[in-house]
């Protein structure tokens, strides 16, 4: 990791938390941590699963790639 400073945004919904975490990142060459990607994430694997035994075991056999400076999450062998 080249750089240790976070810097960390919150706020209401829908109201560019995003857009600014993305723009700020590309500014700074910072790498973008989308925690409501992992929250979505972790939600599609329970809706397969239906319990948090079974969803967390599948959530880690997920990958997560960092893709043209976005966060990406992936199903299955890449």
Request: hydrophobic fraction near 40%; glycine fraction near 8%; proline fraction near 1%.
């Amino acid at each position: 990791m080249k750089n240790k400073k976070i810097i960390t945004i919150d706020g209401p919904s829908a109201s560019g938390k995003g857009l600014l975490a993305r723009e700020l990142a590309k500014e700074l060459d910072f790498i973008l941590l989308d925690s409501g990607l992992l929250y979505r994430a972790y939600s599609y694997c329970f809706d397969k699963e239906k319990n948090h035994d079974s969803a967390m075991n599948f959530f880690s056999q997920l990958t997560i790639e960092g893709v043209a400076g976005e966060m990406e999450v992936f199903e299955g062998n890449r």
